[in-house]
């Protein structure tokens, strides 16, 4: 079965960093894109950026440039998305998908990521 | 950046009427004699789901009572008829330009 399986819900200080990772099985992340997207408590949804595992070639979007890294493991079929300088905007549901042809067709379950003192 | 603009932010639908949910994006998503615009449904506490790829494509698995249409800048998500299990957020997403972006959603509901 094809599926992303995400790590669990993190309580983040502000200032601090925080990696979430996405795990898949069923297919082969050297193969496809691999997305990450940001939706905030009761709102819509942003794309942070994406990654080519074969290459490691990386594209953000420019609101999420120098807040997010995107990398992968392609010996642990896993992406990761690392977050830096938290600060409450940052609260949010975290969501991996799997885009290789423009459009997500897998997502991953989310991560919810709390930032607080 | 394209914007995407979502209309109606909400609908209130009967069971088995039609619902039809637009898209308008600042500029052209097309490419290649293709439409790089798609729709997902969310419900609460769950991730979105692919209905619709490039435009009119249905994915595999959704009901046919899903549909799009549209070409450049103007798209047409339509349910129909609706069913109880359709509540839920639509969002439109294209990818013909980086950063790809989402519109703002549209929320269905029971009439």
């Known amino acids: 079965e094809v599926q992303l399986q995400q790590s669990g819900a993190e309580l983040v200080k502000p200032g601090a960093s925080v990696k979430l990772s996405c795990t898949a099985s069923?297919?082969?992340?050297?193969?496809?894109?691999m997305h990450w997207v940001k939706q905030r408590p009761e709102q819509g949804l942003e794309w942070i950026g994406r990654?080519?595992?074969?290459?490691?070639?990386?594209k953000y979007d420019p609101k999420f440039q120098g807040k997010a890294t995107i990398t992968a493991d392609t010996s642990s079929n896993t992406a990761y998305l690392q977050l830096s300088s938290l600060t409450s905007e940052d609260t949010a549901v975290y969501y991996c998908?799997?885009?290789?042809?423009?459009?997500?067709?897998?997502w991953g379950a989310g991560t919810t990521v709390t930032v607080s003192s | 950046d394209i914007v995407l603009t979502q209309s109606p932010a909400s609908l209130a639908v009967s069971l088995g009427q039609r619902a039809t949910i637009s898209c308008r994006a600042s500029?052209?998503?097309?490419?290649?004699?293709?439409?790089?615009m798609h729709w997902y449904q969310q419900k609460p506490g769950q991730p979105p789901k692919l209905l619709i790829y490039?435009?009119?494509n249905l994915e595999s698995g959704i009901p046919a009572r899903f549909s799009g249409s549209g070409s450049r800048t103007d798209f047409t998500l339509t349910i129909n008829p609706v069913e109880a299990d359709d509540v839920a957020t639509y969002y439109c997403?294209?990818?013909?330009?980086?950063?790809?972006?989402f519109g703002g959603g549209t929320k269905l509901e029971i009439k």
């Open positions: 998908a799997r885009g290789w042809l423009g459009y997500f067709d897998v």
């Open positions: 069923g297919f082969n992340i050297k193969d496809t894109y």
């Open positions: 990654i080519d595992p074969a290459n490691g070639n990386t």
């Open positions: 500029e052209s998503v097309d490419s290649y004699g293709n439409s790089f």
């Open positions: 490039r435009a009119s």
């Open positions: 997403q294209q990818s013909n330009e980086d950063p790809w972006t």
